[in-house]
């Protein structure tokens, strides 16, 4: 049987949006290759050279292992197209001094970047994580990962440890009490929607 055009058409742009639905799988997976496409064009070496330079450049503050902080810091990086960090400031900060190295490192980074002819090409959110040796918590949707060695004896809490304990004061409606795991769960996942809800509820119970 003879095919059409516009059937063989049609046919082309479906399997090339499943091509695509099948190599990005996730949101996160999508935002993470389109960053580290951009980071490839504008950082000398790319990516991967940023990654070894962070790797080697970023240390985990004591005060931080000791008090179990794990979660994902967004490095909002502004470098013009003369190659020129102009601004560097931190979204959902982790603060015990992860923020600091975060800032000082990007900022280090002079020299590193190539030029542009396109302003969109110039501001970056860059999610860092920064975890412990054996703790439980989702790795999935940083573009860079830090982990540490834990100094306290023993793991830290897992994710699922605070969305318990969440789930238990709101079924209590006691918003009060639910925010303050939510807002550790936020810290360490600040692209997870369901958390968002959570202290929307939460936020709820406490006018109540």
Known sequence: MRK???FLVILFI????????????TVSDSRKANLISVLNYRYK??????????????????????NCRVGICIASVYVDCEGVVQKVSIKNPLRYGIDVEVSKFFNSTAGNWNPCSDERYTKFDIPIQFTLTGTKTNTTTALLIHVGEGIIGEPCEADEYYLKRADKMLKKKNGKKAMEPINILIMRDPYNNQYYEMRKEALGYMKE
């Open 4 to 6: 059409h055009p516009f």
């Open 14 to 25: 479906l399997s090339s949006a499943f091509a695509i639905a099948q190599e990005y799988q």
């Open 45 to 66: 070496g790319g990516f991967y050279t940023l990654e070894k330079h962070f790797n080697n450049s970023v240390s985990f503050p004591d005060v931080a292992k000791y």
